[in-house]
């Protein structure tokens, strides 16, 4: 497709429950990021891919959060044993990593967990 | 160390009035500049981007933004607000030497009196 695409657009979930968080970024980026915005707040780093290199995860909360990417393709973020305190919009963006580095988003992931 | 700081979580203007979002930087190396808008309920969107080309540089929708070095500054501006204005703002910075990540501001958001 010609821009980022995530999906589910919604996911309600219990408390405890594991989920899966999925992105497919622009054909050809090389770089992968994904963010968590909470209700009326900012951008929260979580990680970063780029090629075969090893994944930038300083951003990741609690070991309860796992992301991978296959390739320079499509990537999945994993959160096991859901919390309340997880709710929140996940996004997903990609970019070429050279030049100005502009990362292209994708209309991301509400989560509510109950 | 890159950071961004956006003054005014907040900004409320009348439709026809002149918009003004602030945003300074830090950077130890001359930094790609950019801010995104966020619409209710969408993912991010690039409204304009720095890239040591022209100071000035004009985004869509009829906004633009100044590089001024002596201030550390890129503040977002449009001469005449209009309705669908409302949204989300954020200021962001990366650098050559980072490569991978982009600094996000807090983001300002923007209200638009009838």
């Known amino acids: 497709g010609a821009g980022v695409s995530q999906s589910p657009s919604n996911k309600v979930t219990e408390k405890g429950k594991d989920v899966e968080l999925r992105c497919d970024p622009i054909s050809g980026h090389t770089a992968l990021y994904w963010y968590r915005q909470r209700l009326g707040q900012g951008l929260e780093f979580l990680i970063y891919?780029?090629?075969?290199?090893?994944?930038?995860k300083s951003g990741l909360p609690s070991d309860r959060f796992s992301a991978e990417r296959t390739g320079e393709s499509v990537s999945t973020l994993t959160i096991q044993r859901t919390q309340q305190e997880d709710s929140a919009v996940y996004l997903c963006?990609?970019?070429?990593?050279?030049?100005?580095?502009?990362?292209?988003f994708g209309p991301g992931t509400r989560l509510t967990v109950l | 160390a890159q950071s961004v700081t956006q003054l005014g979580s907040h900004v409320s203007v009348s439709e026809g009035a002149l918009v003004l979002l602030r945003c300074n930087y830090s950077?130890?190396?001359?930094?790609?500049l950019f801010w995104y808008v966020q619409y209710p309920n969408q993912g991010l969107q690039l409204l304009l981007k720095?890239?040591?080309?022209?100071?000035l540089v004009k985004g869509i929708n009829g906004f633009e933004a100044e590089f001024k070095k002596s201030e550390t500054s890129f503040h977002l501006t449009k001469p005449s607000a209009h309705m669908s204005d409302a949204a989300e703002y954020f200021c962001a910075v990366s650098d050559e030497s980072s490569a991978s990540k982009i600094i996000f501001g807090s983001g300002t958001r923007l209200s638009i009196r009838p």
């Open positions: 950077s130890s190396v001359p930094p790609y």
């Open positions: 891919f780029q090629g075969n290199s090893a994944p930038d």
């Open positions: 963006a990609s970019s070429f990593v050279r030049g100005s580095n502009e990362q292209f």
């Open positions: 720095y890239t040591s080309a022209a100071t």
